[in-house]
């Protein structure tokens, strides 16, 4: 008879200035938004050593390290974990997102607002004013 054995490996768990996000956007040009454990969206950057070896996703976990000059809104990716790692996480305990993220995700609409559509259309206005018409 075979036991079923917890396969034993390591992983890496946030140090001291570290916290635990998940990824929810994709910016371009090595950003991505993250929303940490501490309840705040912070704007991530992907430094080259960890571009060029990995690829982060939308609803990856990462390690985030703020930086010192903009704690609550900047940061950069220093580890992304597998989808094995972050079920392990789970199980012990480590990461527990908050239920805002769920909620977030779901109340989010695709349509402006009525405030920001009128500040498009203005703007929109604006351009088209100066704008020298062409004749023919």
């Not at 390290?65 to 392990?88: A, F, H, S």
């Not at 500040?119 to 004749?135: E, G, M, Q």
Request: charged share 35%.
């Amino acid at each position: 008879m075979v036991e079923e054995q917890e396969q034993f490996f390591r992983i890496r768990t946030p140090r001291k200035g570290e916290l635990l996000g998940v990824v929810t956007g994709l910016m371009g040009a090595s950003r991505v938004r993250v929303e940490c454990l501490d309840g705040k969206e912070r704007l991530c950057r992907i430094p080259g050593k960890i571009k060029r070896n990995i690829w982060v996703k939308v609803d990856d976990t990462v390690i985030v390290e703020p930086w010192e000059i903009d704690l609550n809104r900047r940061g950069d990716i220093v580890w992304r974990y597998t989808r094995i790692q972050t079920d392990w996480l789970k199980r012990k305990g480590f990461f527990k997102p908050p239920d805002q993220l769920a909620e977030a995700s779901t109340e989010q609409t695709t349509q402006p607002s009525v405030q920001q559509s009128r500040h498009v259309h203005r703007a929109h206005r604006r351009h088209n004013a100066y704008r020298p018409h062409r004749s023919r």
